[in-house]
Each structure stands twice: as structure tokens, then as C-alpha cells.
């Protein structure tokens, strides 16, 4: 599984052509306690860099972008239920949305975890 970061601090772990999005630590450590989440509907088709869904905090709000092209084949419904599950593990049962790739190849402009590490510094 190859985990790769957006400029705007999502995160995407890819298992065949099939990737798994949510937040990173930086981004959730930023909005401070999560509150609310918005996911995009199953079956939507995103583009690189749409706005897929939402995440509201108590001190702001933001958007959570598409990091990738593709179809949405699966939300968190249990982050629905308990939003700070973004807070408390971002990375594992904090996951935003699952998408089906229809264009691996950008994959290859995302950053690797020590260029995200560089970029948050």
C-alpha cells in the first residue's frame, strides 16, 4: 500500500485501485476539535482537486479535497456518527471516504511522506 499527501493536507493510501482519503495530522492538529463532517454521496464521480466533502471544527472550517480522480465507492459512516475520530486517529478509523482510481498516474504529482514532512515544518 503506498501512502501519499496533498499540498492541502490530505492524506491517500492506495490498496490496488482502490484508495482510501481522510485528513492528516497537521490538518486535524490545525482545525482543532472536528465536530461535524460532510462526505461526498457513494457513486459520485470527483475530479483531481474537487471538493469532495467538508470538515468543521470549533474554530473553522474547511474543505477536503479530491486527491485523486475517480468514483466514490465508500464513506465513514462511523465518522458521520463520531466526528473526532478525525482527531483522534486521522490516519486509521478517521478516514473520510474510499475512491475507485480512474487515473493512477496522478498519484505520481502527490508528496511522499518527507516532502509533506518538509512542507509543514
Same mark, same amino acid.
Given at each position: 500500500?503506498t501512502?501519499?499527501?496533498?499540498?492541502?493536507?490530505?492524506?491517500?493510501? &492506495?490498496?490496488?485501485?482502490?484508495?482510501? =482519503? !481522510?485528513? /492528516?495530522?497537521?490538518?486535524? @492538529?490545525?482545525? #482543532?476539535? %472536528? &465536530?461535524?463532517?460532510?462526505?461526498?454521496? =457513494? !457513486?459520485? /464521480?470527483?475530479?483531481?482537486? @474537487?471538493?469532495? #466533502?467538508? %470538515?468543521?471544527?470549533?474554530?473553522?472550517?474547511?474543505?477536503?479535497?479530491?486527491?485523486?480522480?475517480?468514483?466514490?465507492?465508500?464513506?465513514?459512516?462511523?465518522?458521520?456518527?463520531?466526528?473526532?475520530l478525525?482527531?483522534?486517529?486521522?490516519?486509521?478509523?478517521?478516514?473520510?471516504?474510499?475512491?475507485?482510481?480512474?487515473?493512477?498516474?496522478?498519484?505520481?504529482?502527490?508528496?511522499?511522506?518527507?516532502?509533506?514532512?518538509?512542507?509543514?515544518?
Amino acid at each position: 500500500m503506498t501512502l501519499k499527501y496533498t499540498p492541502d493536507h490530505e492524506w491517500i493510501r &492506495v490498496d490496488g485501485d482502490i484508495a482510501t =482519503v !481522510g485528513i /492528516t495530522h497537521h490538518a486535524q @492538529d490545525a482545525l #482543532g476539535d %472536528v &465536530v461535524f463532517v460532510e462526505l461526498p454521496d =457513494v !457513486g459520485k /464521480t470527483l475530479a483531481q482537486k @474537487d471538493v469532495a #466533502g467538508v %470538515v468543521e471544527s470549533v474554530k473553522a472550517a474547511a474543505d477536503v479535497y479530491a486527491p485523486v480522480s475517480g468514483e466514490v465507492v465508500e464513506v465513514n459512516e462511523a465518522l458521520r456518527a463520531d466526528p473526532s475520530l478525525a482527531n483522534s486517529d486521522p490516519l486509521g478509523a478517521g478516514w473520510f471516504f474510499k475512491i475507485r482510481l480512474s487515473a493512477p498516474a496522478e498519484l505520481d504529482s502527490l508528496l511522499d511522506e518527507t516532502a509533506y514532512g518538509q512542507l509543514t515544518q
